[in-house]
């Protein structure tokens, strides 16, 4: 069942995470000069607000820690409306327990509000975007500052 979540949200096969296994290059080669921190299972930090993401080591993360992960992102994140209109979703202080979520640069109280520019709609559309994108662009309101968390994804 982990390999099939994983399948949906990062959109590799079985035979894919078999393959592809942590520590393998991530697409084009990184300036060394450019990485801020490297870390396990295909996530390096480009900068405060830029990371590299491979599908793979994605994926080699879930399946590992799976439990936090998938119900951190169901209890720990909540929508936020405006009347009518989903403005977002808040992460929960709870999200910062997991390594994966703070990988990712996430912080207890940061609002996420659009992957490239769109509105959400929903959290399986937010993964789904994952799915098939090479850049997301996650506009992200900390603290009452607006920020663009780019993502590279490999």
């Not at 299972?41 to 830029?50: A, K, M, N, Q, Y």
Request: proline fraction near 5%; include cysteine.
């Amino acid at each position: 069942m982990v390999h099939a979540i994983a399948r949906v949200l990062f959109g590799l096969s079985t035979v894919g995470l078999l393959l592809s296994l942590p520590g393998e290059p991530m697409g084009p080669m990184l300036e060394r000069s450019r990485v801020l921190r490297s870390i396990d299972d295909g996530i390096v930090r480009l900068s405060e607000s830029e990371w590299r993401l491979s599908r793979a080591g994605m994926i080699a993360r879930m399946t590992r820690d799976f439990v936090p992960i998938i119900s951190l992102a169901e209890t720990a994140l909540t929508p936020l409306y405006e009347g009518d209109r989903l403005v977002g979703y808040r992460v929960g202080k709870q999200m910062e327990r997991c390594a994966f979520y703070r990988d990712l640069g996430l912080r207890g109280g940061d609002l996420i509000q659009s992957v490239n520019g769109e509105p959400l709609q929903s959290l399986y559309e937010m993964y789904l975007k994952f799915r098939w994108l090479a850049q997301a662009d996650v506009a992200i309101e900390r603290r009452g500052r607006p920020l663009t968390f780019r993502y590279w994804i490999d």
